[in-house]
């Protein structure tokens, strides 16, 4: 497959809440092995824009092209089974069940077939999830349930995850475990990312390009040497 290949188009793309405004005219791109991060303050749209991406959301307007195809509003297991995975915020596990129980979840949709050697895949990156195969999810701290949460998404051998601020409230040992996990899975290149974070130094150390949301719109892009370079303005300009 074609490293530059375009896995997901989105153009023009508007949602609204009821009567409210929430994305508007949203224009973004997502390329084989590549990772984007999505930027801005609490209640910018990101979570929004993720929902519409995995088909939760209806659009108002535009278009949003998966793998080549338009993608249908309203049917999210359509779109996971098409090779997109979003692991939300509440990392959506089943508590009551094992490490082992939720993993297999995982591969039921796409991979069922290799659940063996997609297990090893997850073991590879999240060691400890492999000590803790017994373990009842609910159970678990939050930097492991994070960790499980990814792990299942990978289960599905998706082609893009979408990852909503995976690093919040976690330790600084467990957002390094995490960042870790994400440069691995950028440089294996099978497996393109759409990263929401707050936090703006591991989002550089992750994504290859940026788009900073205000208010449902982008209002600014870039790459993500300017993360970096000018970390301090756009903290200013974006999230005060």
Known sequence: MATNELLLDVAGLSVRHGRVPALAGIDLQLRQGEAIGLLGANGAGKTTLLNALSGFLPHEAGVVRLFGKPA???????????????????????????????????????????YDRNLERVFGYFPRLQERMEQRAAT???????????????????RIILLDEPSAGLSPLFVQEIGAMMQALKREGEVA???????MRLAAQVVD?????????????????ELDRDYEHLAREYYL
């Open 72 to 114: 249908r509003a309203g049917a999210p297991h359509r779109v996971a089974q098409a090779g997109l995975l979003q692991v939300s915020q509440d990392r959506d596990l089943f508590g009551d069940l094992s490490v082992r129980d939720n993993l297999r979840l995982g591969c039921l949709a796409r991979a069922k077939a290799r």
């Open 140 to 158: 678990m701290s939050g930097g492991e349930q994070q960790m499980l949460a990814i792990g299942r998404a990978l289960m599905a051998e998706p």
């Open 193 to 199: 990312l759409v990263l929401v974070e707050q936090n």
């Open 209 to 225: 390009r940026f788009y900073m949301l205000r208010a449902g719109q982008v209002v600014a892009q870039g790459p993500a040497a």
